[in-house]
């Protein structure tokens, strides 16, 4: 699954992004996911559940890609 995600704000918690993008149903399996180290940023392991995820990012997992880009105005 490949995927864009327009930011409306600075940033966003990397597990609402994966629960806003249907990689995850709740955000309790978001920051499990995480907590498992199956989730990467810009190509590295991401453990911290609240990471802020801003434009121009790529998270990245099993079966997913997320491109984060900035939303206009």
Same mark, same amino acid.
């Given at each position: 699954? !490949?995927? =864009?995600?327009?930011? =409306?704000?600075?940033?966003? &918690?990397? %597990?609402?992004?994966?629960?806003? %993008?249907?990689?995850?149903? =709740?955000?309790?399996? &978001?920051? !499990?996911?995480?907590?498992? /180290?199956? $989730?990467? #940023?810009?190509?590295?392991?991401?453990?911290?559940? =609240? %990471?802020?995820?801003?434009?121009?990012? #790529?998270?990245?997992?099993? /079966?997913?890609?997320?491109? $984060? $880009? &900035?939303? !206009?105005?």
């Amino acid at each position: 699954m !490949h995927e =864009t995600y327009t930011l =409306t704000t600075d940033y966003i &918690a990397l %597990c609402d992004l994966l629960k806003t %993008c249907g990689i995850s149903e =709740t955000g309790g399996q &978001a920051k !499990h996911t995480i907590a498992e /180290g199956r $989730v990467q #940023v810009d190509g590295q392991t991401e453990l911290r559940k =609240t %990471c802020k995820i801003r434009a121009g990012q #790529v998270v990245s997992g099993d /079966g997913f890609r997320i491109d $984060v $880009v &900035a939303g !206009h105005d």
